[in-house]
């Protein structure tokens, strides 16, 4: 929900919540590498971005999202700046001038943090975007490297499940389409939107951690 809802239903200040967020944000981010620590390495990692922006869309955001396939566990996430694209592009540098596309960064700090995560010869999956492989290359040098073509979204899903009858990349956009249903300020459509790149980050690793420890605990089968 959103930080005004939060500090209605549990009849606190906006200001007590968002100071909240930041530091139950960082315990969550810990307890998620932590527990992740915990399980055997992964042998099969799907990763892509997801778009997202700050305050408005002529300031774009990048989620870089790593799931394991099958579990669908959220092994690591990364905030990124990006500059705008499409229409908006001539918009954006009126009003707010260039913007630095940190995504190739925020990319290699993922990998480098959850590459403990990983076995050396993993199966690494994504879809066909260029500037990813030099990345896999860089920090899963041993892995198997396969990219497969992006397809169109459903209706259902928040548009990232898509419109076929296998997808190869399921685990990870399932998870971004649960992302997108659980966390209000990802919705396609709201006025819940990020002032901070910093209290996205936050709100993510709180949902990961829950998503890892409760969600798919109710979905696992039993033994």
């Not at 905030?79 to 940190?102: C, F, N, Q, T």
């Not at 290699?108 to 403990?116: G, V």
């Not at 073509?149 to 685990?171: A, H, N, T």
Request: proline share 5%; aromatic share 8%.
């Amino acid at each position: 929900m959103s930080l005004r809802r939060a500090a209605r239903e549990m009849k606190l200040s906006r200001t007590t919540i968002a100071r909240k967020l930041v530091f139950l944000g960082q315990w969550a981010f810990d307890q998620l590498e932590v527990t992740n620590a915990s399980h055997e390495p992964c042998r099969t990692m799907e990763f892509d971005d997801l778009e997202t922006f700050e305050h408005t869309k002529c300031k774009p955001l990048s989620v870089t999202l790593a799931v394991e396939h099958g579990s669908r566990r959220i092994l690591g996430f990364e905030v990124s700046r990006m500059p705008a694209k499409g229409p908006l592009v001539h918009l954006a540098r009126k009003k707010y001038g260039p913007r630095r596309d940190e995504r190739r960064r925020g990319r290699r700090f993922l990998f480098e943090r959850i590459k403990p995560l990983i076995r050396a010869d993993a199966l690494i999956k994504s879809d066909e975007n260029p500037h990813y492989a030099p990345d896999v290359r860089k920090h899963f040098p041993t892995a198997k490297y396969e990219q497969f073509k992006g397809q169109r979204g459903s209706i259902v899903g928040q548009g990232e499940l898509k419109r076929v009858r296998f997808d190869p990349l399921f685990s990870l956009n399932h998870t971004c389409a649960m992302l997108r249903a659980n966390i209000n300020r990802l919705f396609r459509r709201t006025w819940c939107t990020t002032k901070l790149p910093e209290n996205l980050n936050a709100h993510i690793a709180m949902y990961a951690l829950y998503h890892n420890l409760i969600l798919l605990e109710k979905v696992r089968p039993a033994g």
